[in-house]
C-alpha cells in the first residue's frame, strides 16, 4: 500500500483516506497548509477535510484543496455533506469514493446524485478561470492581465499577493515575476486580493531591470 504521508496537520490515515480536520470559524490556505497539500498522497489515497458546518473555506483554500483531487466533508447528524458539492454521504469513505468535482463551467448538474442538502443561504458569487502562458523571456512581467481583469470587470486594484494567508506582501508585478522565476521550472500558485481603492505608489525597479506592463 506505500507509505502514506507524515505532517502535523494529518489526524488521521485509513485505507482510503488522509483525514485533517478543523474547528475554525474560517479555514485558510495557511502556510502548513499549502506544504501538505504539495505533497503526493500515496496508493489511492484522498485529502478529506473534515469541519463542523460553522466553518467556511476561503477561495484561496477551496480552490487549492480542488486542485489537490482533496474533499469537504461537512459533519452532519447523519455523515458527511461534501461542502462543495451539497452532496450527502454516510460515511467518509463514501464522501471520498466520489467523483472529483467538476470545474467545467458547462458541465450538466444532471450529472449530480439527487441527495443534495438545501442551501442554508444563498449569495451570487463570480468565478473567472484565466490560464496565460508567458514567454521565458527577461522582460517578462506577471500580473499585468490580473489588473487589467480587475479594473475591467469591478474597478478593483491588486493589494497584497502571497503563497499563503494571510496575504502580507504588498502587490508589485516585479517581486511577484522574481519570485516565480526563483521556482522556475516548478509550477506556482498566488492569491491575490484587492481593494476599488488605488494601491500605493509602486517601489521602482532594481537598476537595469526590465518592467513591461499590459493593458
Excluded: C, N
Excluded at 39 to 50: F, T
Aim: hydrophobic share 40%; net charge neutral; charged share 20%.
Amino acid at each position: 500500500m506505500g507509505t502514506p504521508i507524515r505532517h502535523p496537520l494529518v489526524d488521521e490515515i485509513t485505507e482510503r483516506v488522509v483525514r485533517v480536520e478543523s474547528r475554525a470559524t474560517v479555514v485558510r490556505l495557511s502556510a502548513p497548509f499549502v506544504d501538505f497539500l504539495s505533497r503526493p498522497v500515496l496508493a489511492g489515497r484522498r485529502v478529506a477535510l473534515v469541519t463542523p458546518e460553522s466553518s467556511r473555506l476561503t477561495i484561496g483554500l477551496r480552490s487549492a484543496l480542488v486542485a489537490a483531487g482533496g474533499v469537504w466533508a461537512v459533519t452532519t447528524p447523519t455523515g458527511y455533506r461534501d461542502g462543495i458539492t451539497g452532496v450527502d454521504h454516510r460515511t467518509l469513505d463514501e464522501a471520498v469514493a466520489a467523483p472529483e468535482p467538476s470545474l467545467d463551467p458547462e458541465a450538466s448538474p444532471d450529472a449530480l446524485p439527487a441527495t443534495v442538502s438545501p442551501a442554508v443561504s444563498v449569495t451570487t458569487q463570480l468565478s473567472i478561470d484565466v490560464t496565460l502562458l508567458h514567454t521565458a523571456a527577461q522582460e517578462a512581467v506577471l500580473g499585468g492581465a490580473l489588473e487589467a481583469m480587475g479594473l475591467a470587470i469591478g474597478g478593483y486594484h491588486p493589494r497584497a499577493w502571497g503563497g499563503s494567508e494571510p496575504l502580507e506582501k504588498a502587490w508589485d508585478t516585479w517581486a511577484m515575476t522574481q519570485d516565480a522565476r526563483h521556482r522556475a521550472p516548478e509550477p506556482s500558485r498566488y492569491l491575490v486580493e484587492g481593494s476599488a481603492s488605488p494601491p500605493p505608489s509602486r517601489r521602482a525597479s532594481p537598476p537595469g531591470a526590465s518592467r513591461r506592463r499590459s493593458r
